[in-house]
């Protein structure tokens, strides 16, 4: 009673239902992703709607040319995604591998850059904790504004690195023949969750780097 | 009744032996039987701990520890309690057997997920367990901050790890129920011709997926405070310790609703089997379940009431709080009005099945007593509390999973258990709870406030009368762990549908059923619940009777 | 068979070109002081840029209804919890009760 495509996962009845559930449950996935960092979002917000002049001052210290290039290539990277699955949907897996080791590459740039400002923030003792130290007004409510910088991006790019795993690992598997026309959702999987990942520093980069900008 | 058993017939039980064979299923039967033990084993490790706070609680100045000690058990039995037993038990173990076979599938959607779900509930399970022998946790099972973030001295990041990662447990299975419902259901199975078991696991799954993450968001934000010194909830940063309440109680309050919406699936199972009717207002029950996920994520502000949130946000909550009970309420309402004019088989899943009815009806309303903001500031935080929601979750709930176990173990094992002891254990868990919890509400009433080690000297005759219910109750639950165990050597064979229930699961499986659940796919033309026919038994999956009319979900038979 | 909805590569070269379009107005309008409003405008970019990124590189556009009511439902909740988050923080002080300084 069961078709013998050996693209075909033995409780499917047919390839339609097979993507359409694989499809559907990463989406599902992602709406947990979307609670998670909503929640945090939410929170950063409670504080930011009470605390607006530390937060602004907070914000005005971190680099927004730097935030600036970072979303570009975040986004630039979306786009190889994108047309990394259109390849695997075409059966073309070097194509395919190829275009995710350029989306990668554009992802290692995007944690070599945050790293840097890591580093710069924690060289101006603007870490949270017991060595804290930012100059200015409103001590004590910045360090809020920096608790949620370092928790929201470092979420971000533990994501970020957790993506590019998965697409290393999609890429090898597809040198190695694993999918085709009737079987990429892998890939395509991989890549949802790759946007989504670049959505949610469509976010954090307005919420962090833009407060109060010209105020 | 029809028995297809005969020797040589293959089963998922006895296809492959050998423990590589287990642990490396992914047969949905067997990961349900994975989850029963380890399940089994944390209900009875938080029993553990129940028993020590009862025994304590007998002598006012407390029989066994000092107040550190204590707040790390009723901790313990908290978190245990919830995250490692009633939020996976009904789904994890009948919701895993039966959704594929109740739609009409081979197995879940995502097979390999459901495995790894239980691999990380184990992961999980057993970081609480090293995390209860190094000394646990005193902060409740709540984790409020800053006390939880800053100052307390126990395994708090040990024990928030063990809760975040058997959380992933819970979002897998969510996304496996919700896909599968939407996308494996056999020819013929609309979703109004679903049994109501699915119609809540679905809604359970809703929440799971959308609450479960914000506790991961929550608990990442105490790990950070307490583990990177970087403060969120610390009041002298400005922090403010009630965001950790509202982002908590935003997916506790819902998780109760994960706990008893299953257990309400079950209900209408058992209630329309054992009186041979089919449900009273199906799609007003389908629909209750939908609501009560929805709405329950509107109400958590009531956790919050003397907590120092703003006195208009707790009218809002206070209102929507009220309105949550009224899905319940027509659930009840339907139960009930389905057992009028049936054939009623007295048997153990019916008992506790109407005992979850008359429990969870009187833990409900005393929900709403404290829904009621004034009355809830006398009460909250004395054994009102405990005992409202001791009745909903033991009363209600586990009364549930009672029901459950023993109703489908037929199915699931084969074998049937000693049906006379099983109806005198299920009295004995009644009677034992009541006497446990009901002294409770009016400890409550008089004052006595919850998580304190020790309490007043006029309020020992209650504590006593409630420590010797649960002596009873404890006796209860031993013996069903005897009985079954001792039915899988020397029961009898129980033979495909020994209730003369209807449901794919009865008519068209064996028991126990064959690894690819049918012989042929079904193809199902009738409403739920068929109790104006017989049973259909093996080789009928695609009768089709073309002479059916059409008919609306909520015509009774 | 290709299984799904094959999307042209210029549909995608589009999409990516008003990104960065997008991008860069959200830059220059936040170095305009429109007090309050610098942030309506900046998320109301950002959830446009998330639309571009959800329907044409996530194939939402291709996808079937239930992808649709997933994404939006995880969306919805979001704005539920802020909402009734909110309601606590926004009214605190009408009481004229003490202020979180």
């Known amino acids: ?215 | 009744m029809n028995d297809h058993t005969s020797a040589g017939r293959v089963d998922y039980l006895n296809n492959g032996y050998g423990l590589k064979s287990w642990l490396t299923t992914t047969d949905h039967k067997r990961i349900a039987v994975l989850y029963l033990i380890s399940i089994t084993l944390f209900f009875v490790l938080g029993g553990v701990f129940a028993t020590l706070i009862r025994i304590h609680l007998i002598s006012p100045r407390g029989v066994l520890f000092g107040p550190s000690i204590y707040n790390r058990m009723f901790s313990m039995h908290g978190i245990i309690m919830v995250w490692f037993f009633l939020i996976p038990s009904i789904p994890t173990v009948f919701g895993n057997f039966l959704l594929p076979l109740m739609i009409g599938a081979r197995d879940l959607a995502f097979p390999r997920l459901n495995l790894a779900s239980w691999y990380i509930y184990v992961v999980g399970g057993l970081i609480t367990i090293v995390m209860a022998i190094l000394g646990g946790v005193d902060t409740g099972w709540t984790f409020y901050t800053p006390f939880s973030s800053m100052f307390s001295n126990s395994y708090v990041l040990l024990t928030a790890a063990g809760v975040f990662i058997v959380g992933f447990s819970s979002i897998f299975t969510g996304i496996n129920f919700i896909v599968t419902t939407h996308t494996m259901r056999a020819p013929g199975m609309t979703w109004f011709r679903l049994p109501l078991f699915v119609w809540s696991n679905y809604a359970t799954a809703l929440i799971l997926v959308l609450a479960t993450p914000v506790l991961a968001v929550v608990l990442l934000l105490i790990a950070a405070e307490r583990g990177l010194g970087i403060g969120i909830f610390d009041p002298s940063l400005g922090g403010d310790p009630l965001l950790f309440q509202h982002l908590f109680w935003f997916y506790s309050h819902p998780a109760v609703y994960i706990m008893i919406l299953p257990g309400m699936g079950v209900v209408s199972e058992v209630i329309t089997a054992f009186s041979h009717r089919s449900v009273f207002g199906y799609s007003f029950v389908a629909f209750a379940s939908m609501a009560i996920a929805l709405i329950g994520f509107f109400v958590w502000g009531h956790h919050m009431f003397v907590a120092g949130m703003s006195m208009y946000a707790g009218l809002v909550f206070s209102l929507l709080s009220y309105l949550v009970a009224v899905p319940s309420a027509v659930k009840v309402f339907n139960w009930t009005a389905t057992l009028y004019k049936g054939r009623i088989n007295f048997e153990a899943p019916f008992i506790y099945s109407i005992g979850f009815i008359g429990l969870f009806t009187m833990g409900g309303m005393t929900g709403l007593f404290l829904a009621a903001l004034p009355v809830d500031v006398h009460v909250t935080d004395t054994y009102f509390i405990v005992a409202h929601f001791h009745y909903i979750m033991v009363g209600g709930m586990v009364m549930a999973y009672m029901a459950a176990l023993h109703f489908w173990w037929p199915k699931m094992t084969g074998r049937m258990y000693n049906r006379p002891l099983a109806v005198i254990a299920a009295l004995t868990i009644f009677l034992g709870f009541n006497l446990t919890f009901f002294p409770q509400f009016i400890l409550g009433y008089l004052g006595m406030p919850r998580r304190y080690a020790t309490y007043s000297p006029e309020f020992q005759m209650l504590n006593v009368l409630s420590s010797a219910g649960a002596s009873i109750l404890a006796v209860g639950y031993v013996m069903p762990l005897l009985y079954l165990f001792w039915s899988l050597a020397k029961g009898k064979s129980a033979g495909q549908n020994p209730w003369d229930a209807r449901g794919l699961e009865w008519e068209f499986a064996d028991s126990p059923p064959i690894p690819d659940n049918f012989a042929r796919t079904p193809v199902i033309s009738w409403h739920a619940y068929p109790y104006d026919r017989p049973a259909l038994t093996i080789g009928q999956e695609d009768l089709f009777d073309s002479t059916l009319k059409p008919e609306s979900p909520d015509a009774r038979h | 068979m290709i299984i799904g909805h094959v999307v042209a590569k210029r549909v995608y070269f589009l999409v990516f070109a008003a990104l960065m379009i997008l991008l860069a107005l959200t830059v220059t309008l936040a170095e305009v002081n429109l007090g309050r409003f610098n942030i309506v405008v900046a998320l109301t970019i950002a959830v446009i840029k998330m639309l571009l990124v959800m329907l044409w590189f996530m194939h939402l556009r291709y996808s079937s209804h239930l992808s649709w009511a997933i994404a939006g439902a995880g969306f919805l909740w979001v704005v539920v919890m802020f909402a009734l988050i909110f309601s606590d923080y926004l009214t605190r002080s009408w009481l004229g009760g003490v202020h979180v300084p």
Not at chain 1, 128 to 144: E, I, K, N, Q, S
Not at chain 1, 147 to 156: K, Q
Request: glycine fraction near 6%; proline fraction near 3%; aromatic fraction near 16%.
């Open chain 1, 1 to 215: 009673m069961h078709a013998n495509n050996p693209n075909l996962k033995h409780q499917f009845s047919t390839l339609e239902q097979q993507h359409h559930s694989y499809v559907a449950g990463m989406w599902v996935f992602l709406a947990t992703e979307i609670l998670l960092f909503g929640g945090i979002m939410v929170s950063y917000t409670v504080y930011r709607f009470q605390y607006y002049e530390a937060f602004t001052a907070g914000s005005h210290d971190i680099s927004l040319p730097l935030g600036t290039v970072m979303t570009a290539i975040l986004l630039t990277s979306s786009l190889f995604m994108a047309l990394s699955v259109r390849a695997s949907q075409l059966n073309q897996p070097k194509l395919c591998a190829l275009l995710l080791a350029i989306t990668i590459i554009l992802g290692l740039i995007f944690l070599g850059m945050k790293a840097f400002e890591y580093y710069d923030e924690f060289h101006k003792h603007h870490f949270p904790g017991r060595h804290f130290a930012f100059h200015g007004v409103h001590l004590t409510h910045v360090a809020l504004f920096f608790s949620f910088y370092f928790v929201m991006t470092g979420l971000h790019a533990i994501h970020m690195m957790i993506g590019i795993f998965l697409l290393a690992l999609m890429a090898v598997l597809s040198l190695r023949g694993h999918f085709n026309s009737e079987r990429y959702e892998p890939v395509e999987m991989a890549g949802l969750y790759w946007h989504f990942v670049d959505i949610v520093w469509i976010f954090l980069f307005p919420l962090l780097y833009l407060v109060g900008t010209a105020q």
